[in-house]
């Protein structure tokens, strides 16, 4: 029997969790709501079978609903979340959960007395690299766990191009990271120190990094910036995550295609290489079904708690680089250009997805 979903937001992130449900057999998707005609009629075009609506009340009065899929903006977040606790319904979303820290918290409160599944994505928790990694770790083959290094850099998305409610690229990316070396951590963060800089002298850092411990005393820097060469002929980027123990170390790269782990353990040496995965939204889906068919949430699923903390050591550590000397370079004459050339690219990092096509 297919899973019955309502999805709420049918731009990027809507398309694509459309495509995985579809792919997987699991789910029977009964409504696609947005607001925006042209996504409406995308909708009824690449989905027939759904019902395409633009007023979300529809799928909460639905009895027969039994997920709702949020994957609009962020500050639409924290109602709809409440309206699927009202209507009793199971809950698959984007993060950030709210627009503010404070809602976001408020949204814990309320999902952690709620008897349904309630899941985010939060895309690295379930990809073979961080899961291999983390096994490798868990084994004890680089000894005690000492010292995270995570980077992220890509051309990516330019402000203006749909940060308006997620914040800047450290806290709506970012918190992707922060949450990934927490869950390698096991452990809260203690300690932190973040320099940024405005890169093109635009009003907010596009560049972060932070550095810090943990309770149980690990180091982690967490760099994250889509300052990456923006205006270069041939476009690049600089993504791994470097884990460094007593005894050994494990580290991935990757290129968006391909990801290559390289374990350097006590007992083992192993380098695999294998396709990258994107963002794993098959794997969630298929989690988030299993964990609605049993009637237990599987830990795998990253809980709405995990999402505010991320959220929140966001803001934390952006508002740290605020007040470190955040110098700005360059000036906005080079961001329009860099806009300017986003908007006919064909390929490259972070496009946003054209609202009249799937890519």
Request: with cysteine.
């Amino acid at each position: 029997m297919k899973i019955r979903v309502g999805l709420i937001g049918f731009g990027r992130m809507g398309q694509m969790y459309w495509e995985e449900m579809q792919k997987s057999g699991r789910w029977d998707i009964a409504y696609i709501c947005d607001t925006d005609s042209v996504s409406r009629e995308l909708a009824k075009k690449l989905s027939p079978s759904s019902r395409i609506i633009s007023d979300e009340q529809e799928i909460f009065d639905d009895c027969s609903i039994e997920v709702v899929g949020l994957f609009a903006l962020a500050d639409s977040r924290n109602e709809q979340i409440k309206k699927a606790v009202r209507s009793n319904k199971h809950i698959l979303t984007e993060k950030p959960i709210a627009d503010t820290i404070e809602k976001e918290w408020e949204i814990v409160d309320l999902i952690e007395k709620y008897n349904k599944v309630a899941a985010v994505n939060l895309y690295l928790r379930n990809s073979w690299y961080h899961q291999t990694m983390k096994r490798f770790i868990d084994e004890g083959e680089i000894g005690e766990l000492a010292i995270l290094r995570i980077c992220h850099m890509t051309p990516g998305l330019a402000p203006g191009e749909g940060h308006e409610y997620e914040g800047p690229a450290y806290h709506d990316c970012g918190m992707h990271y922060i949450d990934i070396a927490r869950w390698y951590a096991g452990n809260e963060y203690k300690t932190w120190h973040a320099q940024g800089m405005r890169m093109w002298n635009y009003k907010d850092p596009w560049w972060v990094q932070s550095h810090g411990t943990f309770q149980n005393g690990v180091v982690f820097d967490i760099t994250q910036g889509f300052v990456y060469g923006q205006l270069s002929r041939n476009q690049t980027h600089n993504s791994y995550t470097d884990i460094i123990g007593t005894k050994g170390i494990v580290r991935m790269t990757h290129d968006f295609r391909t990801a290559v782990v390289e374990l350097h353990g006590v007992n083992r040496t192993l380098r695999i290489e294998k396709p990258f995965g994107g963002k794993n939204l098959d794997k969630l889906c298929n989690i988030m079904a299993d964990s609605i068919e049993n009637g237990k949430h599987d830990p795998r699923l990253p809980s709405m708690r995990d999402a505010a903390i991320a959220s929140q050591y966001g803001w934390i550590f952006l508002e740290d680089a605020c007040r470190n000397e955040l110098p700005g370079i360059g000036n906005l004459q080079t961001l329009e250009e860099i806009r300017e050339r986003r908007r006919h690219m064909k390929e490259g990092y972070g496009l946003l997805r054209p609202k009249k096509t799937m890519v």
